[in-house]
């Protein structure tokens, strides 16, 4: 099993809509977690830390559920920018590396 | 452009020739962490330094693979006698210090491997 998994997608998304993604970790142990966004061919880059009580950026709302060892990042209003692939990140207790999901990719429709 | 920066940004080279990346952090980052992201799939872990401490590897850095950072500033990834299954996307991510702070990510080295 895969520490941190992701339905790969694609979400192919009418601009305007509202689309969430999930992923799960394995290791009940992590401690830190975040959302990168990594656009075609270039680095990622970090979109948002996620904390268990929850956290909204604009239109990005991240939760995150310790006892399902769950993490969901809903966009709402999605624009033709935001048109990526999102990075579910996790990093453990006293661990200094990051775990990556395989990414899920994301296409908003005009 | 996050401070952090790769060269070269792109490699080709013939099965068993060595290579050599380089990476320049963000100057007062005393972190910094190689990764290697293949098509398809996130970036993986494979080596960081604390300064010049070289303090985790992963099993993914066979023995081609060294990494050095030796005044604590920059770093190197060699890969000697590389193979096909080396192509990918390597990149480096560095921070100030402190396990919850955000890893900054350098622009990559895409490595295609002949």
């Known amino acids: 099993r895969k520490e941190v998994e992701q339905d790969p997608g694609p979400f192919n998304v009418p601009e305007g809509a509202t689309v969430a993604f999930n992923c799960t970790y394995s290791?009940?142990?992590?401690?830190?977690f975040f959302w990168y966004r990594q656009d075609c061919r270039k680095e990622p880059k970090l979109l948002m830390s996620?904390?268990?009580s929850g956290n909204e950026d604009g239109r990005f709302t991240a939760q995150l559920n310790r006892a399902s060892q769950y993490i969901s990042l809903l966009i709402r209003d999605s624009k033709l920018s935001d048109s990526a692939t999102y990075l579910c990140?996790?990093?453990?207790?006293?661990?200094?590396?990051?775990?990556f999901g395989t990414g899920t990719r994301l296409t908003i429709i005009p | 452009d996050t401070g952090v920066s790769q060269n070269p940004r792109h490699k080709i080279t013939k099965r068993g020739q060595n290579v050599t990346f380089r990476c320049d952090p963000i100057?007062?980052?005393?972190?910094l962490y190689w990764y290697r992201q293949t098509l398809g799939q996130g970036p993986e872990f494979l080596t960081y330094?604390?300064?010049?401490?070289?303090?985790?590897k992963s099993r993914l850095l066979s023995d081609r693979f060294s990494a050095e950072r030796p005044k604590g500033s920059f770093s190197t990834l060699e890969i000697q006698r590389t193979e096909q299954g080396d192509s990918a996307m390597y990149l480096c991510?560095?921070?100030?210090?402190?396990?919850?702070?955000?890893?900054?990510f350098g622009p990559g080295t895409r490595l295609l491997v002949l």
């Open positions: 990140v996790v990093r453990g207790f006293g661990n200094e590396k990051l775990t």
């Open positions: 330094f604390q300064n010049e401490a070289q303090l985790e």
């Open positions: 290791n009940s142990a992590s401690q830190s």
């Open positions: 991510a560095s921070l100030r210090g402190g396990a919850q702070e955000t890893q900054y």
């Open positions: 996620v904390y268990s």
């Open positions: 100057s007062e980052h005393n972190r």
